[in-house]
């Protein structure tokens, strides 16, 4: 089955310590997307690739990063910079261009204890 | 900048009810488009709709219909004989895809809860 799919479902960080997040597609998408949900928000964009060792930043990209290094991965790293990364963190993936929907993968739950 | 506003934090309806879920968008751009996504329990995003803005005809996908008034920047959701499964935070969504970043634009989210 093609999709898209992100591990840990659940994610427990102390303080100071990076992390990182996995999603995986195998839909042959051109453009990788991460996201964060915070409760009663919608989501923001952190990060966008449109190639393969190519990636931008979105609106909230402080104290993340990302690499793209095959077109099927686009890994999030939290790092220690990230003042208040406790959140819903979700993956998409799109053929690039004009009405292309983005689809979703089940996202990860990170927590910071 | 764009932005997205839903102005119902939670709706109800009875189940077999019809069900009406707003939006309003502020851009400048003309070249746009609009989504009504799904998030159920599951926390999965699923798309339910979506509108081109250059098209006048509303965009219907089974018991999910929209009203698009471009004029107006409204953008409603209609949910026909609601199920139960039709539960869950409805998020409004925009995107301008003559933009560099295809980056969707969320609302808030209306969470709608159907009773049995």
Known sequence: DGGITQSPKYLFRKEGQNVTLSCEQNLNHDAMYWYRQDPGQGLRLIYYSQIVNDFQKGDIAEGYSVSREKKESFPLTVTSAQKNPTAFYLCASSIWGRNNEQFFGPGTRLTVL | ?116
């Open chain 2, 1 to 116: 900048a764009q932005t997205v506003t839903q102005s119902q934090p939670e709706m109800s309806v009875q189940e077999a009810e019809t069900v009406t879920l707003s939006c309003t968008y502020d851009t400048s751009e003309s070249d746009y488009y609009l989504f009504w996504y799904k998030q159920p329990p599951s926390r999965q995003m699923i798309l339910v709709i979506r509108q081109e803005a250059y098209k006048q005809q509303n965009a219907t996908e089974n018991r999910f219909s929209v009203n698009f008034q471009k004029a107006a920047k409204s953008f409603s959701l209609k949910i026909s004989d609601s199920q139960l499964g039709d539960a869950a935070m409805y998020f409004c969504v925009y995107v301008n895809y003559g933009g560099a970043t295809n980056k969707l634009i969320f609302g808030t989210g209306t969470l709608l809860a159907v009773q049995p």
